[in-house]
């Protein structure tokens, strides 16, 4: 078939811009990678290292698998409370054991036991370290591929091997998981009109059951209130804003850092702060973890509480649920949470204004019985400097 000249023009122009549009394409595609590369270190590394696992692995792999635990793995790795939830995994609630756990030093300890839970009555005590699971060490493992391991079908067996805080000594435990009610929060008073409100953890309505705690004793037979958040694991910062906002009237709660910026964060103005609380004593211990800590932070920078026990754990990060486009969330620590006045807390803790540790065979709460000797033995607590970095130790 003869083509005219005109039209062998045509086709050689178009193909000749083809190709220059391919080449920019190209040229285009590596300019972006480049750009990766410089913002994302060992991208192409990655890239290429799935190839060859794609290639030359023994085994067939299932490479969306590979890359969602990876994914999962990487974000895990950042702290205690960072992780992915993907669009396509189980919504359904699994059975688990009601252990709260957090890593310290390279280990596994147990902050504290849901009330309710398979763990609750058990050997596995607060403070523990766990190192096995079913006989296999975890070792390795990150908080979140641990909380994984221990969830499971209701009724299925799982075996920890657990150490004492101060000993050397193993004991294995053997557990059956089930779902359960969680108790976030309980109160009781005493003859003596001194109110004890216990935190284990800031859920949702934890906040509304410390308003129902003040109005059940009644102004008239208020004596003092002990805040217990010993073995408290955190929660919800919107219910310790709250709580502290019923004993600050004015000025910011707490302060939240992000970065390079840092800001207040102001008091809750629909909560009616009390007029007065009178003495209060915030009960804290070295599993006082997160969102407990800024509260006591936030009560004693104020000059509201004093606090009683042991130096707290010292992490004070604020995560966000990040939603992709995939539908995949991102939980992920943004912020870290600072005293009101600026007072550092992540990676320090907090020292009690009245240390007193826990024998390891006392027969009494005396830490409590500290708190309530403090309450009926009240004195002022001096006005807080108004420094923007004052040490929160």
């Known amino acids: 078939m003869s083509v005219k000249p005109f039209v062998r023009w045509v086709i050689i122009i178009a193909a000749g811009s083809g190709l220059a549009a391919l080449c920019l394409s190209q040229s285009g595609r590596i300019a972006q990678v480049s750009e990766l590369e410089a913002y994302f270190p060992y991208l192409s590394t990655l890239v290429q290292t799935l190839r060859t696992i794609d290639e030359f692995y023994v085994d067939e792999i299932d490479m969306g698998k590979l890359l969602k635990g990876g994914t999962k793995r990487l974000v895990s790795s950042l702290d205690g409370r960072s992780t992915v939830l993907f669009a396509d995994e189980e919504r359904q609630p699994k059975a688990d054991l009601g252990l709260n756990i957090m890593l310290k030093d390279g280990l596994f300890v147990v902050i504290s036991r849901e009330v309710n839970s398979p763990t609750s009555d058990s050997e596995i005590m607060p403070g523990d370290r766990i190192v096995a699971i079913d006989d296999h060490s975890i070792r390795g493992l990150t908080p979140d591929e641990l909380r994984r391991d221990l969830r499971g079908e209701p009724q299925s067996e799982i075996t920890l091997t657990v150490y004492g805080p101060d000993d050397f000594k193993a004991k ?33 309505g934890v906040s509304k059951t410390f308003k129902e705690a003040l109005s059940q004793l009644g102004r008239s037979r208020l004596k003092g209130i002990i805040i217990d958040v010993r073995d408290s694991i955190g929660g919800s910062i919107g219910e310790v804003t709250n709580i502290c906002s019923r004993f600050v009237s004015s000025g910011p709660i707490f302060g939240r850092s992000s970065g390079s910026s840092a800001k207040n ?129």
């Open 172 to 204: 294995r435990v053997e557990l059956r998981r089930r779902i359960y009610a969680s108790v976030p929060a309980a109160f009781s008073a005493d003859e003596g009109g001194v109110l004890n409100i216990r935190i284990r953890t800031f859920a949702d």
């Open 265 to 393: 964060v102001a008091r809750d103005g629909s909560v009616a702060a009390m007029s007065e609380s009178g003495p209060v004593v915030v009960l804290v211990n070295e599993r006082t973890v997160g969102e407990a800590e800024v509260l006591a932070a936030s009560l004693r920078g104020h000059g509201v509480a004093r606090l009683v026990g042991e130096t707290t754990f010292g992490f004070a990060l604020g995560t966000e649920c990040i939603a992709t486009t995939d539908g995949t969330r991102v939980i992920l620590s943004t912020s870290e949470y600072l005293g009101p006045f600026g007072q550092k807390i992540h990676k320090v803790g907090l020292e009690p204004d009245i240390a007193i540790s826990m024998g390891k065979d006392a027969d009494e709460d005396l830490q409590m019985l500290k708190a309530r000797e403090v309450i009926l033995n009240w004195t002022p607590i001096e006005a807080p400097e108004p420094a923007a970095e004052k040490d929160a130790a």
